[in-house]
């Protein structure tokens, strides 16, 4: 049986299954990652899916075009199944956005460098 899951008004995914258990599994999968519709920051229907892998590191997130939020995929470990699953909060952007005014020096993709540490909450702001 083949299903076929629209992602948004761009991409489709399809899939064979062997039967309706399988399909419903997937759908609820693809859906647990694909449903992002609006950035959960600004409201913005306008995401991107983004992939890049610095130093052989995979890292994967849904990018607001308008204010640079980012919402990170996650991935369990291989020897938990490696699915992937969303974080829970929208990431304010390290580099670019609307508030961003410093002109100064940028990698080769154009994104300003950040410090190890920059961003980060002291101990006495983490909610927890």
Known sequence: ???????????KIDVEVKDMKQAF?????ADSIFR???CGNC?????KLDTRNPKGFTYRSIVCNECK????????????GGKMYLNREWQEPFYG???SSDEGSHDEDGREP?????GRKSPDEVPF
């Open 97 to 99: 956005g609307e508030d």
């Open 69 to 80: 939020h980012t919402l990170k995929v996650s991935e369990q470990k291989p020897e938990k």
């Open 114 to 118: 950040v410090s190890a540490g920059a």
């Open 36 to 38: 992002v519709s609006e």
């Open 43 to 47: 409201g913005s229907k306008d995401l």
């Open 25 to 29: 599994d997937f759908l609820a999968y």
């Open 1 to 11: 049986m083949k299903i076929a899951y629209d992602v948004n008004d761009r991409c």
